[in-house]
């Protein structure tokens, strides 16, 4: 919504004018667009991460890995990301391109994601999961920046925005377990229990 500005002038018979034109955008319909477009990236970024956590073990058993390689595959994004995630914070902190940033490492976890899903092999999993998980990690902080940008420059609410962040980890992660159950009730005795797992593939790749 643009706002209204009334404009006066004189014609060349000096005859006086006023009229409305359009204005730019109002502060409230910037913040009304800034909250939306973060509360909706919220609970995407969420949504994924709703998936990723906690069905990515399981998607690695049903790869055939290990209790060793998965934990090893699980493990290593924690430690790389020290160093990974607070380099890229200061980078976008110097040149204030966070927003650039995010949408890089958006388009980057897409990639790896597809790449993922059809992979096997622990070596393959490995080069992949780990910088899909540092990538994921590291839009979280760079994402908090710009919604505490918001707040300071349009006063919004910050817990409302969260919120539907919140609201998608959980959604994710029940609905996923539902089908689960379902897909097992369904498939009874006859179905291995790999196949039962098989929504962990599924998961990656809509990540």
Same mark, same amino acid.
């Given at each position: 919504?643009?706002?209204?500005?009334?404009?006066?002038?004189?014609?060349?018979?000096? *005859?006086? /004018?006023?009229?409305?034109? %359009?204005?730019?955008?109002?502060?409230?319909?910037?913040?009304?667009? =800034?909250?939306?477009?973060?509360?909706?990236? =919220?609970?995407?970024?969420?949504?994924? +991460?709703?998936?990723?956590?906690?069905?990515?073990?399981?998607?690695?058993? !049903?790869?055939?890995?290990? *209790?060793?390689?998965?934990?090893?595959?699980? !493990?290593?994004?924690?430690?790389?990301?020290?160093?990974?995630?607070?380099?890229?914070? /200061?980078? *976008? #902190?110097?040149?204030?391109?966070?927003?650039?940033?995010?949408?890089?490492? !958006?388009?980057?976890?897409?990639?790896? %994601?597809? +790449?993922?899903?059809?992979?096997?092999?622990?070596?393959?999993?490995?080069?992949?999961? /780990?910088? $899909?998980?540092?990538?994921?990690?590291?839009?979280?902080?760079?994402?908090?920046?710009?919604?505490?940008?918001?707040?300071? %420059?349009?006063?919004?609410? =910050?817990?409302?925005?969260?919120?539907?962040?919140?609201?998608? $980890?959980?959604?994710?992660?029940?609905?996923?377990?539902?089908?689960?159950?379902?897909?097992?009730?369904?498939?009874? #005795?006859?179905?291995? %229990?790999?196949?039962?797992?098989? #929504?962990?593939?599924?998961?990656?790749? !809509? *990540?």
């Amino acid at each position: 919504m643009r706002g209204r500005t009334r404009k006066t002038w004189t014609t060349r018979h000096g *005859a006086t /004018v006023n009229r409305d034109v %359009a204005g730019p955008p109002s502060h409230g319909a910037a913040a009304a667009d =800034y909250r939306l477009r973060l509360s909706t990236f =919220y609970g995407a970024l969420f949504l994924i +991460l709703g998936i990723h956590l906690p069905f990515l073990p399981v998607w690695l058993d !049903a790869r055939g890995l290990t *209790a060793q390689e998965i934990a090893i595959v699980t !493990a290593a994004p924690l430690v790389l990301r020290v160093f990974v995630t607070p380099a890229a914070a /200061v980078f *976008a #902190d110097r040149t204030g391109r966070h927003r650039s940033l995010v949408n890089i490492l !958006a388009l980057l976890a897409l990639l790896l %994601a597809l +790449l993922l899903s059809q992979m096997h092999g622990f070596w393959g999993l490995l080069l992949l999961a /780990v910088p $899909f998980a540092i990538t994921l990690s590291t839009i979280m902080p760079l994402t908090e920046t710009i919604a505490v940008a918001g707040v300071r %420059a349009h006063g919004l609410d =910050y817990g409302r925005m969260r919120l539907w962040g919140s609201l998608s $980890f959980v959604a994710a992660g029940f609905s996923l377990r539902l089908a689960d159950r379902q897909d097992e009730r369904g498939g009874g #005795d006859r179905m291995p %229990a790999g196949r039962r797992r098989g #929504d962990g593939r599924v998961c990656v790749g !809509a *990540a």
